[in-house]
């Protein structure tokens, strides 16, 4: 694995409890394999819930019935491979499985389409038909758009050529570990999706990992990244 520097920038803020934070932050890049192929499964984009919603051009005003099952051809998957699916106004709990098996929630989006990534675990496609299946968890009659689902022979760290940083946070004087809530942002302050980060002691959403033990290990793609701890 090739190691390169990556720029980053704490920022402390002031806190009546003084801490620390240390990153490392040097990023151990996945290697790059030979160029594989997306392959689509579904061009479509699907409009779930109760309520028309004409102002949703990409989808049927009019609600289809879900969960929703998209069914395809693929050959198992030794390794991870990943997907790829498109969502607008995902407010709610949404699931994703596939031949029955759930492995991923859909990222919240808010009321513009966006793609995520979700990496598929190793053996949970089968030669053959398979089923990808996007079920409520919460609320199935809150309303949102989702599909353009893509898939690719590759794994999320080998597509996105992600490196892992790490961030702990102490107490200065006694260097005892944490909790804290470690932010991320690109250089013009968008969040950052943070990968293989959640744990049994963190929990994730786009931008922001909250550890309950004052560590936390995140990969992230090459670049210029702003981190900060608070409490």
């Given at each position: 694995m090739a190691?390169i520097?990556?720029?980053?920038?704490l920022?402390?803020l002031?806190?009546?409890l003084?801490?620390?934070?240390?990153?490392l932050?040097?990023?151990?890049?996945?290697?790059?394999r030979?160029?594989?192929e997306?392959?689509v499964i579904d061009?479509?984009?699907?409009?779930?819930?109760?309520?028309e919603?004409p102002?949703?051009?990409?989808?049927?005003a009019?609600?289809?019935?879900?969960?929703?099952?998209?069914?395809?051809?693929a050959r198992?998957?030794?390794?991870e491979?990943?997907?790829?699916?498109?969502?607008r106004d995902v407010?709610g709990?949404?699931?994703?499985?596939?031949?029955?098996t759930?492995?991923?929630r859909?990222?919240?989006v808010?009321?513009?389409t966006r793609?995520?990534?979700y990496p598929?675990p190793?053996?949970?496609?089968?030669?053959g038909?398979n089923?990808?299946l996007v079920?409520?968890i919460?609320?199935?009659n809150?309303?949102?758009l989702?599909g353009?689902?893509?898939?690719?022979?590759s794994?999320?760290r080998e597509?996105?050529r992600l490196?892992?940083i790490e961030v702990?946070?102490?107490e200065r004087?006694?260097?005892?570990?944490?909790?804290?809530k470690?932010?991320?942002?690109?250089?013009?302050?968008n969040p950052?999706d943070?990968?293989?980060?959640e744990s049994?002691?963190?929990?994730?959403?786009?931008?922001i990992?909250y550890t309950?033990?004052?560590?936390?290990s995140?990969e992230?793609?090459?670049?210029?990244w702003?981190?900060w701890?608070s409490?």
């Amino acid at each position: 694995m090739a190691s390169i520097p990556v720029r980053f920038r704490l920022r402390r803020l002031a806190y009546p409890l003084s801490f620390a934070a240390l990153i490392l932050a040097s990023m151990a890049l996945a290697p790059r394999r030979s160029a594989q192929e997306w392959r689509v499964i579904d061009e479509r984009m699907h409009h779930l819930g109760n309520d028309e919603t004409p102002k949703w051009s990409e989808a049927p005003a009019k609600p289809q019935s879900s969960p929703l099952e998209i069914a395809f051809q693929a050959r198992k998957n030794d390794g991870e491979w990943l997907l790829e699916v498109a969502g607008r106004d995902v407010d709610g709990d949404w699931g994703l499985e596939l031949n029955g098996t759930p492995f991923a929630r859909l990222k919240h989006v808010n009321d513009e389409t966006r793609v995520g990534r979700y990496p598929v675990p190793a053996r949970i496609l089968k030669d053959g038909p398979n089923v990808l299946l996007v079920r409520a968890i919460s609320d199935p009659n809150d309303d949102m758009l989702v599909g353009r689902v893509r898939l690719i022979e590759s794994s999320l760290r080998e597509v996105e050529r992600l490196g892992r940083i790490e961030v702990r946070v102490t107490e200065r004087a006694s260097q005892a570990p944490l909790p804290a809530k470690i932010t991320v942002v690109d250089a013009s302050g968008n969040p950052a999706d943070l990968y293989y980060a959640e744990s049994p002691t963190t929990a994730v959403r786009p931008g922001i990992a909250y550890t309950s033990q004052g560590k936390v290990s995140i990969e992230l793609p090459a670049g210029d990244w702003h981190v900060w701890a608070s409490r």
